[in-house]
């Protein structure tokens, strides 16, 4: 587990520090005081990328150039260095090249309010969705990942020129299809392993009210190769690849009828909840760490019935960092610390 947390330069703070608890830590302050900071620095520490945006840049403190997070997970002390072309990972003091073995340690899994947009966005939030477990999930994917879209970049490029070789074609369309062909795998297998999780989440949140169906939607055949060829003379028109699993997209399904059109506002909520839930399921059944749970703000539409429901089925061995703007909503004795965050300042108390 995460025991404590530190962070320099880091967005708001110029320098504070946290100690967290096994199981539940709730995260209390008004408005921008920096509970999403908080998390989005855990996240930083253990997997060396933010959950709410694409780059690191943004999250160095105004007018400085670098940040730095450190923290202790169970007896070992990570440091992560950022600036910009330049990164550092340290392990027990150790800096490490490789981040393959501090990649390892915990795995995370973040819910947030922007999740709806697994639901309702465009699917490229779903192949997203899909990226980010199969990164944390298997060493395999993110080499794959990126040698498909590598290939991809090349190929198009080469359908955009004036007039492109099919010699030449066929050397671009041969690392598309082998990277392509195991990519389309690898994310049939995960959504095989997150579908009766979801499936039995959703169910459980809605009260056994509810079903939903998630598939995979692949943007390509199962003979890649095979459609690529055939859909040549379209390509040809459009200058570019339009099949592949750059068109691939998850099919989410509430009582039989697609989610994104049909569903209602706490349909879709339960929906997103549940395919967080199962990538928290797919981590635990993968390693003896749980993964740490990211918990922020997400019971603006939530009834308090409901919000309870929801802590109730977050996996008991996993540790949760879960912040909120009040919680005079919590009923029963969830147990563990409230960090009150306010002027730069952490004040805990332990109930
Ligand atoms: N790079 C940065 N440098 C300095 N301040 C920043 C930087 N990035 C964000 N901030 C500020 O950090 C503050 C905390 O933001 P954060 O999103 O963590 O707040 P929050 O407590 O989660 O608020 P909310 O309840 O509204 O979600 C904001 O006031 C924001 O303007
Ligand atoms: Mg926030």
């Known amino acids: 587990m995460l025991r404590e947390l530190q962070l320099r330069d880091f967005r708001c703070f110029a320098s504070i520090a946290a100690e967290f608890s096994p199981g539940f830590n709730f995260i209390v302050g008004a ?18 990328q933010s959950q709410r945006s694409s780059s690191l840049a943004p999250a160095v403190r105004v007018g400085q150039r670098s940040f730095v997070v450190s923290g202790h997970v169970g007896e070992h002390r990570l ?47 779903r192949r997203r969705y899909l990226d980010f ?29 004036p007039h492109p070789r099919p010699r030449e074609l066929a050397a671009y369309t041969e690392p598309l299809v082998r990277a392509g062909t195991s990519l ?14 979801a499936e039995a989440s959703h169910r459980a949140i809605s009260g056994g009210h509810e079903n939903l169906s998630l598939e995979y939607a692949p943007g390509s055949e199962e003979d ?42 706490g349909q879709q909520r339960t929906t997103a909840l549940a395919l ?9 059944e993968d390693t003896a760490t749980p993964p740490l749970l990211l918990v922020d703000d997400i019971f603006g539409e939530l009834d ?27 009923a029963g004795d ?17 109930k």
């Open 31 to 48: 408005n921008g005081q920096g509970k999403t900071t908080l998390l989005e620095a855990a996240c930083v520490l253990l997997r060396l």
């Open 133 to 161: 477990i199969g990164t944390q999930a298997e060493a395999r994917y993110r080499p794959v990942l990126r040698a498909y879209e590598r290939a991809l970049r090349s190929r198009n490029a080469l359908l955009k020129s």
């Open 184 to 197: 389309r795998e690898m994310r049939a297998a995960l959504v095989r392993r997150l579908a009766p999780f």
């Open 334 to 350: 969830w147990g563990g610390p409230v960090l009150e965050l306010t002027d730069g300042e952490i004040r805990r108390r332990d």
């Open 224 to 265: 890649f190769a095979a459609q690529l060829a055939r859909t040549r003379t379209e390509e040809e028109r459009l200058r570019l690849t339009i099949v592949g699993p750059h068109r691939d997209d998850l099919r989410l399904q509430v009582e039989a009828m697609p989610a994104a059109q049909f569903a209602s506002e």
């Open 276 to 284: 967080k839930l199962a990538q928290a399921q797919v981590f635990a």
């Open 79 to 125: 440091q992560f260095y950022y600036r910009a072309l330049r990164r550092k990972v340290a392990f027990d003091g150790v800096e490490q090249r490789d981040q393959a073995e501090y990649l390892r340690l915990v795995r995370v899994v973040s819910f947030a309010s922007h999740d709806l947009e697994l639901i309702r966005g465009p699917a490229e939030m």
């Open 304 to 330: 308090a019935a409901r919000r309870n429901a929801l802590l109730a089925h977050l996996p008991n061995e996993s540790q949760k960092l879960v912040t909120a703007t009040a919680l005079d909503w919590r």
